[in-house]
């Protein structure tokens, strides 16, 4: 299954629902497409929501923190939402906790942004 | 190392086309040979990760998507093991030379965590350069004691 995606406005922030996959190929590529298309729009507080995303492999990774560094050199934010365990072990092993703002709770992710 | 158990049968040996859509090809192959090996869903998870990431290897930076080359995958497996293949046909790499993805100039970086994750996953990993031209990667999974 390919990644799939929608975004939405809660206030301020753009939340950014994903779901399926985020490998290498159609489902990084979806994401990065995406991301770009609000910046440009001028929305730079950015709630990744993976609540719905299975799977992420290094490439997937890869993504989320060139997400990360687009966002955060443009002056924007950009953090996670709803992670599984599986994803929450991957960003553990790979020190990339101590990078992402994680949230479970959707309204206290939002009212986070300053 | 010890990457080969007494005993082991060899359930898969095929040679795939080197695109995106042969890894997922491989990543179910392998999944279904972890299952019917006895493998719990957490260590199945981890296989196919660790497989996933080995294929794109293989696929991308070994054979660069070259319609002419194939990449070998071969599962075998033991009472408490299973034993993962994967050759390609590129011109090798040297694995002790990898930056260390989990350096703290290295945590921003795009790529490079691809055999730290096939590492983290496995119990057993040998990279090693295949002749006439290549690289084979030999993942071995232990089964969990439950």
Redesign the interface.
Known sequence: MSIKLNSRQVGDVTVVDLAGRITLGEGSSTMRDALRDQLAKGNKKILLNLGEVSYIDSSGIGELVSAFTTVTNQGGQLKLLGLNKRIKDLLQITKLYTVFEVHDDESAAVRSFS | MNLREEGETEIVNQFLDST?ES?DQAESIIMEAAEKAGFEEDDM?KIG?AA??CM?NAV?HGNRYNTNKKVHLAVSAGRDTLTIRISDEGEGFEASNLPD??AEEN?????G??I??IR?FMDEVDIHPVSPHGTEVTLVKKKSLS
């Open positions: 995106l890894v998870h990760m996933r990431e794109v991308v993805p989990l945590l921003l970086s795009h790529s965590r691809g730290f994750l983290a």
